[in-house]
Each structure stands twice: as C-alpha cells, then as structure tokens.
Nanobody, 118 residues
Framework: QVQLVESGGGLVQPGGSLRLSCTAS????????MSWYRQAPGLERELVAS??????????NYADSVKGRFTISRDDAKNSVLLQMNSLKPEDTAVYYC?????????WGQGTQVTVSA
C-alpha cells in the first residue's frame, strides 16, 4: 500500500523557519520524482517544489513565490523528502501536502498545517 506521511508543520512567526518531512512507503521511492504542494483556505492547491530522482540528477523546481526561500531535498536511504522553509511569510500559511505521481495517479499525504503569524 502506497503511503505518504508528512510531519513538521506548526506555528511560526514571520521570518522564521520550518522543515517539513515526508516519509514514503509501498513503492520504489528512489525512482520517482517527489513534490510538495500547498493549499490555503479558499484557494486551489498549488505546486511549491519538486525534485526528480537521482537517476535524473535530482533536479529541482520551485514556484516563483518560494524561490530563494525554500529548499527541497531527498534522502533515498530513508525514503524521505524534505522541504526546508526559511524567511516565512504570512502568505505561506497553508496545508502542505507531499505528492508522488505514480502509474498515472496523483498520490497525496494527509497534509501538515503551516501557520505563519505574529
């Protein structure tokens, strides 16, 4: 059974940092690109960052709104993908979801809440 479990969300002040972690199971993690999405209240879910497999150079992509502040990385030995978030802004407040696209299906974790507020 494919499973994605996120952790690391919470409440942080503007300018602060958080690190999100997603642990995967049930599929050969190392050969799949992984992504982080987020969804704020009343808005559509949006792609935040993605990372390809090491077989494709572990290339990364970021939404313009987070470039220079967020860093995605992966640890294939631990079947995990991380999202380091620095210089957080109130507009980063959202539920953050780990994602893998496998066999044509978008698979999601349960999400972790990130709230940026003074």
């Amino acid at each position: 059974q494919v499973q994605l479990v996120e952790s690391g969300g919470g409440l942080v002040q503007p300018g602060g940092s958080l690190r999100l972690s997603c642990t995967a199971s049930g599929f050969p993690f190392r050969i799949y690109a992984m992504s982080w999405y987020r969804q704020a209240p009343g808005l559509e879910r949006e792609l935040v960052a993605s990372i390809s497999s090491f077989g494709f150079g572990a290339g990364t992509n970021y939404a313009d709104s987070v470039k220079g502040r967020f860093t995605i990385s992966r640890d294939d030995a631990k079947n995990s993908v991380l999202l380091q978030m620095n210089s957080l802004k109130p507009e980063d407040t959202a539920v953050y979801y780990c994602n893998v696209r496998r066999q044509g299906n978008m698979i999601w974790g349960q999400g972790t809440q990130v709230t940026v507020s003074a």
